[in-house]
């Protein structure tokens, strides 16, 4: 996969080189290039930002510079993801649908966003996904895009050396994680749950399937009802 980052922070993107990211560059699996907005200005101080039209409080994000950034990395054919807390919300089905796909161009935002006209003159282009991490608000993309990118990674074909351990994890069942334990059986007066000791296969997986329902309906009950249907398209194609 080629992973293009676009930022007025590019040091902010500089995790990417280490750990998950990093081992799936030193890997062959991931072509990562984070570039800095402000070589598409053209002005002595580098503007990226203007006041709203309509009046309110902030700065939004210019479209010129944006408009060369997406010219210059030819972002036909690949996926632009665009962190906003406007965004669908971003999910393991979304990461794992992402990983599937040859390129990202992902474009992170300052201030109260980037002007409208940006995302959609990409998204007559090619296929544009505008993703939210959550209810709540960062000061900008990158953090998001750290995230976001670890989640697809991890995922892609090759990445993890026991792939088994990708299908028990939190999400990947639509449920949440049973709890997990290692030795010593004894700690502090607090003991691991014997079932796990006893070597009955069935009976460990009956009780991992009910500690996973469990958790999920004490800490998210929503994912019980959750109405997405398998496979349903999460990233809509441009038309
Ligand atoms: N940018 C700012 N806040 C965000 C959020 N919650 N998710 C994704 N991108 C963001």
Redesign the pocket.
Known sequence: MRADVVSIFPDYLRPLELSLPGKAQQKGLLDLRVHDLRQWTHDRHRTVDDTPYGGGAGMVMRPEPWGEALDALEVEGATVVV???S?RP?TQAMARELAGRDRLVVLC?RYEGIDARVLEHAAARTELLE???????????EV?ALALLEAVVRLLPGFMGNPASLVEESHEDGLLEYPVYTKPAAWRGLEVPAVLLSGDHGAIAAWRAAQSRRRTAERRPDLLTATTAPGELLVRPAV
């Open positions: 962190p906003t807390p965004g971003f935002g993703v939210s991490l959550g209810d709540y608000v960062l000061n900008g993309g998001a």
